[in-house]
């Protein structure tokens, strides 16, 4: 992860609004969303890990 997106993670998971992490980072509210997206997929990729191609199950 970069360090935008680590410091992301951590406010939100600290449960900071993405409102008040984009004005505490002097960001837009769309580089929030964007970094929380990516990092959502990392976090996919990561725990499916060798499931190369494989489907989502739910």
Do not use: H
């Amino acid at each position: 992860l970069s360090p935008f997106e680590k410091q992301v993670l951590s406010m939100y998971l600290s449960g900071t609004a993405y409102q008040d992490i984009a004005r505490q980072l002097k960001r837009p509210v769309k580089s929030i969303d964007n970094a929380l997206q990516r990092l959502k997929k990392k976090i996919e990729k990561s725990l499916l890990g060798g499931r190369n191609g494989a489907e989502k199950q739910y």
